[in-house]
């Protein structure tokens, strides 16, 4: 459903590359936050092609699977929580301010995608997020 939105195709990839398209496209019901290909754009210059070669592939599940929440959230229930814990385990901050949301450093840029499992809200940047 993602790719069919036109700007996930990059996510909706690495995805499959990372073993994550079952997932995605199970029962369910889900919030996902992905990052548009423009905010793949924005990585350091070789981070994603680095992260799509097979060595790295659970690297990289890991990073798809910290931007989905096993939650159904619309954007306007946001202000309501200060985070979510998502798929990989990851407690993930939410800002809601006015009218704008951000989950971690991403601003969501293109909210309540409604899918068949779920949610989509096309964020502006991706979570890369560090081990302490």
């Not at 006015?98 to 989950?103: A, G, M, R």
Request: charged letters at 15%; one cysteine or more.
């Amino acid at each position: 459903m993602a790719l069919t939105k036109g700007c996930f195709g990059i996510f909706c990839s690495a995805a499959e590359r990372a073993g994550l398209s079952d997932l995605l496209d199970a029962k369910g019901t889900y919030t996902a936050f992905m990052p548009t290909d423009a905010a793949f754009g924005k990585l350091p210059y070789g981070m994603l092609a680095n992260l799509l070669l097979p060595e790295h592939r659970e690297q990289l599940a890991h990073i798809l699977s910290s931007h989905i929440a096993p939650v159904h959230r619309l954007v306007a229930e946001f202000s309501r929580w200060d985070s979510l814990t998502t798929l990989s385990g990851r407690i993930v901050a939410i800002q809601s301010v006015n009218t704008q949301v951000s989950f971690g450093i991403g601003k969501v840029v293109l909210p309540d995608i409604v899918t068949s499992n779920g949610l989509i809200h096309g964020i502006d940047r991706v979570n890369i997020l560090r081990e302490a």
